[in-house]
Each structure stands twice: as structure tokens, then as C-alpha cells.
T-cell receptor, first 113, second 113 residues
């Protein structure tokens, strides 16, 4: 998984609670991404980062925030989880940046009840 | 915006046969077309990619072809093996989206021995 770990790997939470997912890389790549994967929708970009404290929105960013205080860690926060955020979340990194050569982590399965 | 359509949604072949998965895209400015393989419970794995200035690229049993005029690209797997069984995703990157990859909805390939 390209030196990427995600934690937790599985989480069940209740509607309205805050949730933070962590992505950690061992290779100090500048570019990191968060995607969600849903049946019928494929993979969709939530947010991405192009450096420490440099982040931007993706296609489906509403309800999500991100932070990157260290090169190796990229955090995804659901401020107040909703059932529509039940999904599998994948982190990705790119050695080259932009859309190119994105390598994905193992994923976090999040269930919001 | 960019739209990527992928066909077929499921594909069953006998071991040793070839498999072809096709994708079409709508944004003529798209310039990068990766293919991912996803096994059950794992993150997508980049298996091959092609840029718009190249018509074909091969890597052992896998090849990708790109027809810019028709705006479609295809994944070809020769001499299929049971371990090729997985979900395959194509993606394209529209020029205006910068970092985003727009994914197709996936093809479930089953290789029977």
C-alpha cells in the first residue's frame, strides 16, 4: 500500500458525533488526497493537500474538513457525522503531484448509525 | 464537467482468455488516464497509466490503448489468470480540475479456471 497507513480501519459512530480519520505516509510525499468510495458512485475526491497547511476542496467536500500539520499526516474530520457519510474512505499519495500516479492506502470503513 | 463511463460492469472469462474493458470520457482536454485494480477489502492499486501524447502502453500482460479522437481508452489483459479477478476502475483527469481524477464506476472481472 505504498507506505500508507490509515486509522482506524473500521469505525461505527452515531449521527451527530465528530469523527477524525488519520492517514500516515512514510515517504514524505508532498501530495495527499482523501477519497470516498460508494456503490454506484465509484471514487470521489473529498479534499487534497499539496503541502503542510496547504489544502483544497475536491468534488464532495461539504461536511468534511482536513488538516495537515506534518508532511506525513493528513487528517479528515467529519464535524457532525451523518448517515450519508457512511462510506469507505481512502487516502492516497502522489510522488509527482496533481492527478498523476496516485497510490492508495488500505481504507477506513465508516458506518454512521 | 468530466464524465467517465465504463463498460462492461461485469466480465467473466476463462483462464487464458483475453479481457477488454472500455472507458469513454467527455472532456477533450483530459490528458491522463490511469487504470486501477481493487481486490476485496483493499485499496485501489495503480496498474498502468497513459498520457494523452501516447497511443498505447504495455506492461507484460496488460496494455492500455487511447483513442483521443473518439475519446475512449481501453484496458487489455491477455492470458488471464484467476488472480486477475478483481474490480477494475478507469479514470481521467479533466484539465480544469487540476488535481482531481474522475473515476468510472468499475468492472468486476471474474476469471474461472
Amino acid at each position: 500500500d505504498a507506505g500508507i497507513t490509515q486509522s482506524p480501519r473500521h469505525k461505527v459512530t452515531e449521527t451527530g458525533t465528530p469523527v477524525t480519520l488519520r492517514c500516515h505516509q512514510t515517504e514524505n510525499h508532498r501530495y495527499m488526497y482523501w477519497y470516498r468510495q460508494d456503490p454506484g458512485h465509484g471514487l470521489r475526491l473529498i479534499h487534497y493537500s499539496y503541502g503542510v497547511k496547504d489544502t483544497d476542496k475536491g468534488e464532495v467536500s461539504d461536511g468534511y474538513s482536513v488538516s495537515r500539520s506534518k508532511t506525513e499526516d493528513f487528517l479528515l474530520t467529519l464535524e457532525s457525522a451523518t448517515s450519508s457519510q457512511t462510506s469507505v474512505y481512502f487516502c492516497a499519495i502522489s510522488p509527482t503531484g496533481g492527478p498523476y500516479e496516485q497510490y492508495f492506502g488500505p481504507g477506513t470503513r465508516l458506518t454512521v448509525t | 464537467g468530466e464524465n467517465v463511463e465504463q463498460h462492461p460492469s461485469t466480465l467473466s472469462v476463462q483462464e487464458g482468455d483475453s479481457a477488454v474493458i472500455k472507458c469513454t470520457y467527455s472532456d477533450s482536454a483530459s490528458n491522463y488516464f490511469p487504470w486501477y485494480k481493487q481486490e476485496l477489502g483493499k485499496g485501489p492499486q495503480l496498474i498502468i497509466d497513459i498520457r494523452s501524447n501516447v497511443g498505447e502502453k504495455k506492461d507484460q500482460r496488460i496494455a492500455v490503448t487511447l483513442n483521443k479522437t473518439a475519446k475512449h481508452f481501453s484496458l487489455h489483459i491477455t492470458e488471464t489468470q484467476p488472480e486477475d479477478s478483481a474490480v477494475y476502475f478507469c479514470a481521467a483527469t479533466p484539465q480544469q480540475a487540476g488535481t482531481a481524477l474522475i473515476f468510472g464506476k468499475g468492472t468486476t472481472l471474474s476469471v474461472s479456471s
